[in-house]
């Protein structure tokens, strides 16, 4: 076999917990490790570790990832009342995936992985759509009331020489109702702009994106406004150049759209509409185990990872002994994700086309009929065969092997 490929830069790398964690070691054991001298730093943010070190292993792999620019997640437990007692817990841990995006700052750009043969819902979605969620703010931050009849509600700004500023919400006569309070930062609605701009630009995709600024004269508007004037001033020329495009329209315009669309352009979010549109286009798209997840900060840092969870259910069932079929290739683009952008960073061409060709067997393998049971359900190929974990690795293998 030729030499294996050599890392200058290493990854992070961020192990996690149950099936994923099993599938994690498996990909590195069949399909990495025989053919690159991977260079990682470990940081192993499944339950028990971050329970050990009272969560200071989340927070360090963080750090980490924005000293050396690229991570590679796995899935991870977020703990819950039941996690406390299966676990032994100090504490209930906060969700990593929370901790990582407040220290990198991140905009999450989640992406289907498309295959001949899982169709989506949606006939004429034959390439991905990648939806990015402005993740600060709006209703996720609110405050609210309920409101008892004969009250009068108004907006009350405080400035910092004490000055206010009134508006009337509204006057309650003959019910009673509720109010909500809502906020945003136009820094964090810079970022996200700027980071949704990036993306399009690495990933050569129009970018979407749409408000209902024609209701909301001052806060959808300042979204659209903020948009408009970074693309124009930091984005036009770069979008020109790469024969991309920058597309603003209001929200039911954009739904309408999409939905007629045959995809392959991200669409920006503000966080209500992308926290709805997200899971509608997964489920179209079909099975999560294939959908991929980027965090990509301002600064340019990259965080690669599964948009599933850990597939506690395989787990049990892998602990009894018995059989899973776990799909593994959202796990397996996180790994080609991030060893691509490594390579493109060091300047290390056999590393990015290595991951390629990770990728292109991976899909060669189902598009060929061999998949697993999530899969196997929704495929339309006549000849198709149903694997189990780690079957489904050494197909993969055997075709990448064939590439190399
Ligand atoms: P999940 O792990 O995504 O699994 C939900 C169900 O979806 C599974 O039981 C399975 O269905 C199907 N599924 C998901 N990924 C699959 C794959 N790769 N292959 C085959 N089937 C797959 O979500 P969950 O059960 O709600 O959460 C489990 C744990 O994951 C929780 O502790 C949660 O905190 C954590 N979580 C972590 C992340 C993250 O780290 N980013 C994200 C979400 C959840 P069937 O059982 O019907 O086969
Ligand atoms: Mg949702």
Known sequence: MAEKIQMTTPLVEMDGDEMTRIIWKMIKDILINPYVDLKTEYYDLGLVHRNETDDQVTIDSANATKKYGVAVKCATITPNAQRM??????????????????????????????????????????KPITIARH???????????????????????????????????HTFKGSDGIIQG??????SIASFARACFNFALDTKQDLWFATKDTISKQYDHTFKD?????????????FEAAGIEYFYTLIDDAVARV?????????????????????MVATAFGSLGMMTSVLVSPDGVY???AAHGTVTRHYYKHLKGEETSTNSVATIFAW?????????????????????????????????????????????????????????????????????
């Not at 405050?143 to 400035?159: F, N, P, Q, R, Y």
């Not at 693309?231 to 036009?236: F, G």
Request: charged share 30%; hydrophobic share 35%; net charge negative.
């Open 85 to 126: 007692t299966e676990y032994d817990l100090k504490e209930m841990w906060k969700s990593p995936n929370g901790t990582i995006r407040a220290i990198l700052d991140g905009t999450v750009f989640r992406a289907p992985i498309i295959c001949k043969g899982i169709n989506s819902l949606i006939p004429t979605w034959t």
């Open 182 to 187: 809502l906020h945003n930062i136009n820094g």
């Open 303 to 305: 965080e690669y990872e």
């Open 135 to 169: 993740a600060y703010g709006d209703v996720y931050k609110n405050s609210e009331m309920k409101v008892a009849d004969g009250s009068k509600c108004e907006l009350i700004v405080t400035d910092k020489d004490g000055n206010e500023t009134r508006q009337l919400i």
């Open 259 to 279: 939905v007629r669309s045959e995809g392959g352009y991200i669409w920006a979010c503000k966080n209500y509409d992308g926290d709805v549109m997200s899971d």
């Open 336 to 404: 080609t994700g991030a060893l691509k952008k490594r390579g493109e960073l060091d300047n290390i061409p056999a590393l990015s086309e290595f991951a390629e060709k990770l990728e292109k067997a991976t899909v060669q393998t189902i598009e060929e009929g061999v998949m697993t049971g999530d899969l196997y359900v929704l495929s339309t190929l006549e000849n198709k065969r149903k694997v189990n974990t780690q079957d489904f690795l050494t197909e993969i293998n055997a075709r990448l092997q064939a590439m190399m």
């Open 226 to 238: 903020i948009f408009a004037d970074i693309y124009e001033t930091e984005y036009k020329a770069k």
